[in-house]
């Protein structure tokens, strides 16, 4: 089998140092130092700390989409059932992290450099992805009538993505499932009924 490459390696390591440290808080040194390679390893695969971040972003965001193809894309269950389990299993990954490191989108989100434009729009691309993979589970609800018709699906899904994120920020300051739960108590009674 064949050994990972350096890049693979700092990209790996990355998703794990910026979760838990930071995209400020995570210098050069400290990242090359987490995935055991020399500290030039990272100037010759990113050109940037910015380059570096969006590659992060890119496998964080791979591993939500295998998230949400075996939970919001299964079409064998009923939409709000997908809901449900999209967000049991995230919740799951957040417990067994000990509510400490919420969402990189989120935490990426909220700790962007105001002049890096890059990693905004990046951001923006990843967040209208997940978006869009809301919205279509709503779709398929509204269509079912399982879930209230008289709203708009994309205003549906960007208000899903914007209260579960809103819960997993106050979730890691508080470290407690305690905003997870009163999201799940709040949304599916009240918006994800018909």
Known sequence: MARPSLREKIVESGVRTLHE?????????????DAGVPQGCFTNHFR???????AVLDRYHERTQAI?????????RPAVARLRAYFDAITEWLEAAG????????NLSLEMPEHS???REHLVQVCDSLTASFADVVRAGQAAGEIRPDLDAGDVATF???SW????????????PLPIEQFKRVIFPTLLTP
Request: charged fraction near 30%; charge should be positive; include cysteine.
């Open 48 to 54: 940037s700390k910015e380059a570096f971040g969006i």
């Open 160 to 162: 899903l993505l914007a």
């Open 99 to 106: 509510w400490r490191y919420g969402c990189l989108v989120g």
């Open 165 to 176: 994120e809103g819960a997993m920020m106050r979730m890691k300051v508080d470290r407690s």
């Open 21 to 33: 440290r930071g995209f400020a808080g995570a210098g050069v040194r400290e990242i090359t130092a």
């Open 68 to 76: 949400m193809d075996a939970t919001l894309r299964d079409q064998r």
């Open 117 to 119: 434009e890059l990693l």
